[in-house]
């Protein structure tokens, strides 16, 4: 079909292993593929911990044959994705990854997988208008996911997100080959996360699982042809399913795991939420928030995050994609308002009843954001009004999240959002 409105949706996610001790299993896992020389992708962090060590003990249980790389930056830019893809040319060839780590490590290694696999350029994959957006042209190598925080989903996604240094914003490659081959999912390794990352990565989830289910539905998009179809093809009956999954488990379990790290029950379903919410926004996609999140961690100044790495400043993703969020969905409430007002319950159940309708979300969400710690707006990381003429051409670079807002979005809606986001309470 190529005429007239979308009939068709596409839904997609990877196998998933769950549960405590699936971690130890990992070799097993890729020798399925046929993997007889593997690269580990992690951070000194989790390295350091010995989470990676134990993913090399699987696989060499397996006769697999392993170099490790541990040098992925926390919030990951080109010049450190450059990196890690030098040290596999040079320590390659390999059939098989695994990452082991948060979003960083995962997106890190979806690079080195593509650009070894496919090869070309960094910049030749990255979105347009930064990049020129050029697909995988082929299957890649089997690549499992072992999250090591809940947060990015990203075990579930066809999607990899950098700081493009020299530009000063966040861009990333959509693809679905990018996808890994399987997620294997283990709660118990995230017990040892301090509350600042427990904070800012499960804000990720909630932002990824509001904006999916609030994104533009795929029905109201024009037909598309078969090879012109794209990974986030808006809300859809069964990615929202993952997404009503993910906030239902939120409302149950992120303040707790903020306030009890060693509570296992909260930090499971912590996790699970971060790959339900991974399978519902990597095939509706996200809009506002994550679109003006890039501009506010690429163009930091001096803020330091607590509980995170001091050497440098930084804006860590789930954050900064939270610090606009009631603001964008005081935007999008008109398009939708019964969804925004489901999406406000399912997030907090006993939002007070009297609430208009359009700032029950937005409530919802400041209750949520204040309870554990979540800086107030960005002028609590170091932004002033007089830096949002500089901030919105970063986020209408982003058209690719835009075009999934359900209410189209010009440079002064965005402004406006962006000031009133200086403070949220």
């Not at 961690?297 to 930084?314: I, N, R, S």
Request: hydrophobic content about 40%; overall charge negative; proline content about 7%.
């Amino acid at each position: 079909m190529s005429q007239g409105t979308e009939t068709v949706f596409t839904w997609g996610a990877p196998p998933l292993k769950f549960g405590a001790g699936a971690l130890d299993e990992v070799g097993y896992d890729i020798s399925t593929h046929g993997a007889k020389r593997v690269l580990v992708v992690t951070d000194p962090g989790v390295a350091h911990l010995g989470i990676a060590d134990r993913v090399v003990a699987s696989l060499r249980r397996y006769g697999i044959e392993t170099e490790v790389f541990t040098h992925s930056h926390v919030e990951p830019t080109d010049k450190s994705m450059g990196e890690a893809v030098d040290f596999a040319k040079d320590k390659g060839p390999f059939d098989g990854y695994v990452a082991v780590g948060g979003g960083s490590s995962i997106d890190t290694a979806k690079a080195v997988n593509l650009l070894l696999t496919d090869g070309g350029e960094l910049t030749e994959y990255l979105n347009k208008p930064v990049g020129d957006g050029r697909a995988p042209s082929g299957p890649l190598m089997p690549l499992i996911a072992v999250p090591t925080t809940a947060g990015t989903g990203s075990e579930s996604t066809g999607t990899c997100v950098m700081d493009v240094l020299s530009l000063r914003v966040k861009t990333g490659i959509g693809h679905w080959r990018l996808r890994p081959t399987m997620a294997v999912i283990d709660p118990t390794v995230t017990l040892s996360l301090p509350a600042g990352v427990t904070a800012s990565s499960g804000m990720d989830i909630v932002c990824h699982a509001l904006e999916s289910f609030t994104a533009r539905p795929f029905q109201d998009y024009p037909a598309k042809k078969a090879e012109e179809r794209v990974p986030y093809c808006g809300s859809n009956p069964v990615a929202d399913l993952w997404c009503e999954k993910a906030l239902s488990l939120i409302s149950r379990s992120f303040r707790t795991a903020v306030r009890e790290g060693a509570n296992v029950d909260a930090r499971s379903d912590m996790m699970l939420a971060a790959t339900c919410a991974g399978m519902g926004f990597g095939n509706a996609g996200v809009h506002i928030p994550h679109a003006n999140a890039y501009p506010i961690a690429g163009m930091v100044k001096d803020f330091h995050p607590v509980d995170y790495p001091q050497d440098e400043a930084m804006v860590p993703h789930g954050m900064s994609v939270s610090l606009t969020a009631p603001a964008a969905f005081r935007f999008t409430y008109s398009s939708a308002p019964e969804r925004h007002v489901q999406a406000a319950l399912m997030l907090q159940p006993d939002l007070d009843s009297n609430i208009p309708d359009e700032e029950k979300l937005p409530t919802a969400l400041i209750n949520l954001m204040r309870d554990i710690g979540i800086p107030n707006g960005i002028s609590g990381v170091g932004f002033e009004a007089s830096d949002i003429a500089e901030l919105v051409p970063g986020t209408m670079k982003q058209q690719r999240l835009l075009a999934i807002s359900p209410r189209e979005v010009t440079e002064d809606d965005i402004a406006a959002i962006f000031e009133e986001s200086l403070t949220n309470w």
